[in-house]
């Protein structure tokens, strides 16, 4: 979070942001802002041409992808955006859902100058990620009241520090869509203030340092105390997400999934993916008997084994959200596959190793809380391919312990 973008000025007054996508005259007048879910735009008149336009207010994803569309709602510059967001603007605009929404603000402290920070999104990752950027205002603004946007399932990650959180209740599924209620409860708040802005909301911001437990209210792993403390990893399953065994168990259960036959191998596979958490257990052990583990995951608890908390259940709620971040935050190690629920756990935990499937090398890192600076990150967060073997994934564990001391020690910073 080093950088520090300029804040977007909603109110009194909106600066500029761009062009007439008709006749590129600059002479364009912002007329007001429009808040409905994932995105918030300016709308816009030209002094030239006349014509009327909305754009993307240069938040999130839109700092690098801004759309701009004509008030119905046809996207102006349909090459310059990546097709996910073009055709989720689209279909968003296109159909304006007319739910009421409900929508809690929650007063902690009150401002007349404020900054708002929209955390609204239809991924799980992407809310936390934008989330993360709370931190920066509460410390580095506190000139400014913290307005947090944010779905309800991520109300009890609420840091203190903030002024005022307004609580969307929608689930993640239903926030693609575009809330005419959303705009209207966000506009009858900022005529309420002096002053308002925007916060960037990065959607991949540099978190390294930052206390989790602001969060959380878990502490995270002291690497400190890496080789200090018994060995404590945790493993990350996902049932919609596998750790596969070889590409012949990948290629028949997507096949299988193909013809509609998931209930025939999803259980197969799954089961697969506890043999080799298992094996890859019983192989760290062979170095470090004393080392004990814990499983989490949407799914059903089937591991026994001694020194073995397998925390996985299939009903998700604020106590076992905290005994999961509790596994992390006395974990050296987080093992899991590529995907959004990766992020708390490496928040938490000393390291991470990640089975990173070929399909997934774009989106590499993404998903990582990346808590460390310079070298040191290559160091704690090691990627294996997506048909790793336990006995791959057990000698990264090791070498974590055992190749650290040395590793710190020899690396030194040099300042320019
Ligand atoms: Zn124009």
Redesign the pocket.
């Known amino acids: 979070m080093k950088s520090d973008r300029h804040l977007v000025p909603l109110k009194p007054a909106m600066g500029p942001n761009g062009a ?1 996508p ?4 600059t002479e ?1 007048t912002a007329t007001g802002s429009w808040f409905p879910g994932i995105h918030v735009l300016g709308r816009y008149t ?1 002094r ?4 009327s336009f909305v754009r993307d207010l240069p938040v999130s994803h839109a700092l690098a992808h801004p759309v701009t569309a004509t008030p119905q709602g046809q996207v102006l510059d349909p090459q310059q955006v990546p097709e996910w967001i073009r055709d989720a603007f689209q279909r968003g605009i296109r159909d304006l859902k007319a739910d009421e929404v409900r929508i809690e603000r929650r007063v902690f402290r009150e401002h007349r100058r404020v900054v708002v920070l929209n955390t609204l999104d239809f991924l799980y990752g992407h809310v936390l990620l934008k989330l993360y950027n709370a931190l920066h205002y509460i410390d580095r603004h506190p000139d400014l009241g913290l307005v947090v946007v944010l779905p309800r399932m991520y109300a009890w990650l609420i840091p203190d520090g903030v002024a005022e959180a307004w609580i969307v209740d929608l689930g993640l599924g239903r926030l693609q869509g575009w809330y005419p209620a959303i705009d209207r409860f966000v506009q009858e708040r900022l005529a309420g203030y002096d002053e308002a802005y925007l916060a960037p909301a990065y959607s991949h911001p540099d978190v390294a340092g930052m206390d989790i437990a602001r969060f959380t209210g878990v502490k995270a792993f002291d690497p400190d105390r890496f080789n200090t403390e018994p060995l404590h990893v945790t493993f990350v399953t996902r049932e919609d997400r596998l750790w596969f065994r070889n590409p012949v168990t990948r290629f028949l259960h997507r096949a299988c999934n193909r013809l509609g036959l998931r209930a025939l191998s999803g259980p197969l596979v799954v089961g697969d993916q506890d043999r080799l958490v298992k094996a890859t257990m019983r192989k760290v052990r062979r170095h470090d008997p004393s080392a004990t583990f814990s499983v989490v995951g949407l799914g059903d608890a089937r591991i026994r084994m001694n020194g073995v908390d397998d925390l996985r259940t299939r009903s998700m709620n604020v106590e076992v959200e905290k005994a999961w971040c509790t596994a992390y935050g006395r974990s050296q190690c987080v093992v899991g596959v590529h995907g959004s629920n990766m992020l708390l756990p490496t928040a938490h935990a000393g390291a991470c190793i990640e089975i990173l499937p070929r399909q997934r090398f774009e989106n590499i890192v993404q998903d990582i809380t990346v808590r460390y600076e310079g070298r040191a990150v290559l160091f704690h967060y090691r990627f294996v391919g997506d048909h790793a073997t336990p006995t791959e994934v057990a000698l990264h564990i090791r070498s974590l312990r055992e190749h650290r001391p040395v590793f710190m020690r020899n690396n030194h910073e040099l300042v320019f």
């Open positions: 007439c008709h006749c590129a005259s364009v030209c030239s041409c006349g014509s």
